[in-house]
């Protein structure tokens, strides 16, 4: 809409909002509809009524703008479409904050207390990055299932991910014996990143956890060809094609 005016001077400022404060987005029809006087509205009356009726909540306080609108106006139609949108600060944002300051001070310590207060974060607010990836790795990390799950279902719901989250939800299937979602997870994760070799590792695990050893094979294969001096994938596959082994000759006898 700024951009129907040439030259039209902008300038950018930054505004540090604080628990409990509110952004009042309209559009101009709302504050340029006119009465049977053909009198606006106007921005002045308008901020009249938000301080006025500023303690009541969000969605109260918009429904009373619109209908102050329409009072003002009479019978008069009106000439364009009204919509407001009104972002409040959670209450709750002020104390999640102090305590993600904190923990976040103790996990750059390296002081165990950062999962106290991150805990306590978590629960004010489960959508912050920071937060719940921490937590969710802390989870995996002692075996708690449940809560890493959680931590990282939210950011996979909220779409605030990375290869990492993937990576570590797989591991959680992985642990659950959902196996075949691990690999289909899996999959996605190395045909974008095709050099990740942990997630190459976890999809022969899982193959083989379902029985499908030639696939786990070939995968410890191609991961010894590239990772020659690794001495982990060439156990494995030493394993993988000596329990093959066995199992064809113990096959051929019966």
């Known amino acids: 809409f700024a951009g129907h005016w ?3 001077a902008l300038k950018e400022k930054d505004v540090q909002l604080k628990a409990g404060d509110r952004i009042v987005l309209y559009t101009d029809g709302l504050v340029e509809a006119r009465n049977k006087e053909n009198k606006q509205y106007r921005i002045e009356r308008m901020e009249e009524s938000v301080i006025f009726s500023s303690a009541l909540p969000a969605d109260k306080l918009a429904k009373m703008l619109i209908n102050d609108v329409k009072t003002y106006c009479g019978n ?6 009204m919509s407001i949108l009104i972002i409040e600060v959670s209450l ?3 104390k999640f904050q102090q305590l993600y300051e904190q923990g976040k001070k103790y996990f750059q310590e390296k002081d165990s207390q950062w999962v106290r207060y991150y ?5 004010l ?3 912050h990055f920071d937060v719940s990836f ?3 790795r802390y989870y995996l990390k002692i075996g708690r299932i449940k809560e890493a799950k959680e931590c990282f279902e939210r950011l996979i719901s909220n779409k605030i991910v990375n290869l990492e989250v993937y990576f570590y939800m797989t591991q959680i299937f992985i642990e659950e014996k959902k196996f075949l979602k691990a690999i289909s997870y899996l ?4 045909k974008d990143h095709p050099d990740f070799k942990e997630g190459y590792n976890n999809l022969g695990y899982s193959y083989c956890q379902i029985g499908q050893y030639d696939k786990a094979i070939q995968i410890y294969k ?3 060809l590239k990772y020659p001096r690794d001495t982990y994938y060439k156990g494995v596959l030493l394993y993988l094609s000596n329990k093959t082994n066995f199992k064809e000759e113990k096959n051929a006898e019966s």
């Open 6 to 8: 040439i030259n039209l």
């Open 222 to 224: 191609d991961l010894v």
């Open 125 to 127: 607010n489960k959508d």
């Open 76 to 81: 008069r139609p009106f000439q364009d479409d």
């Open 187 to 190: 999959k996605d994760i190395i």
């Open 92 to 94: 709750k944002f002020k």
């Open 119 to 123: 805990r306590e974060a978590f629960a």
């Open 134 to 136: 921490n937590l969710g």
